[in-house]
């Protein structure tokens, strides 16, 4: 298997436009995560799905943060309108839990900068 | 309020030597931790892991020891290779490790040096 999928690894954009990122989770795994690192807060978990269903969206900053998974496959985290305090390295991870300890797999991130 | 705590952001050791990574953590609920390592532009890859009803757990040169009643952990790696340099998280579950949040501290950065 590739491993949790990222893209784009690398966006920079400008302040007020729309970014999506987007997350290919492990195949067969059923629950998947979005995390975001600074160096201010560090890794923080921002929502998570179990069977494309969101579980916990706690972590979501502000309504300008939005997640969908459409399907098993497939995740997008978008920011609308995006600011510079965005910039951070997002994360996506995925498990596939089926009874006893997990453990979370990550993608390689995307660096996001908005100017 | 952070639950996982480290509170050294960077260690540097001889190879050869221990290195010794510490993490604190203040919810009494958490019952299952881990460590991940992180290499520059990678995301983090799990390391080792430990329930709550051990207090040691092994792997290799890996080992993580459990204090419940300090709620403290600490990974040892033994001999440190400069391979090793990297951040290292620690994290946390209140789940027995099961589908949930994971609570990550901030990390330790450690070089390890020829």
């Known amino acids: 298997d590739a491993g949790v999928i990222q893209s784009p690894r690398h966006e920079v954009t400008e302040m007020g436009q729309e970014v999506t990122l987007r997350c290919k989770p492990i195949?067969?795994?059923?629950?998947l995560f979005w995390y975001r690192q600074t160096m201010m807060r560090g890794l923080e978990l921002l929502i998570y799905f179990n069977n494309n269903v969101p579980i916990d969206d706690s972590g979501m900053p502000e309504d300008r943060f939005s997640a969908k998974m459409p399907n098993a496959s497939f995740s997008t985290l978008k920011i609308q309108p995006s600011e510079p305090r965005d910039s951070a390295v997002y994360f996506c991870?995925?498990?596939?839990?089926?009874?006893?300890?997990?453990?979370?797999?990550f993608g390689p991130g995307t660096r996001l900068t908005v100017l | 309020d952070q639950q996982v705590k480290q509170n050294s952001p960077s260690l540097s050791v001889q190879e050869g030597r221990i290195s010794i990574l510490n993490c604190d953590y203040t919810n009494s609920m958490f019952d299952y931790f881990l460590w991940y390592k992180k290499y520059p532009a990678e995301g983090p890859t799990f390391l080792i892991s430990?329930?709550?009803?051990?207090d040691k757990n092994e792997d290799g040169r890996f080992t993580v020891f459990l204090n419940k009643s300090a709620k403290h952990l600490s990974l040892h790696i033994v001999p440190s290779q400069p391979g090793d340099s990297a951040v290292y998280f620690c994290?946390?579950?209140?789940?027995?490790?099961?589908?949930?949040?994971?609570?990550f501290g901030k990390g330790t950065k450690l070089s390890v040096k020829p």
């Open positions: 430990i329930s709550s009803i051990k």
């Open positions: 991870a995925s498990d596939g839990l089926a009874g006893g300890t997990d453990t979370q797999y």
């Open positions: 195949s067969g795994h059923n629950s």
């Open positions: 994290a946390a579950s209140g789940y027995g490790g099961s589908q949930g949040n994971l609570i």
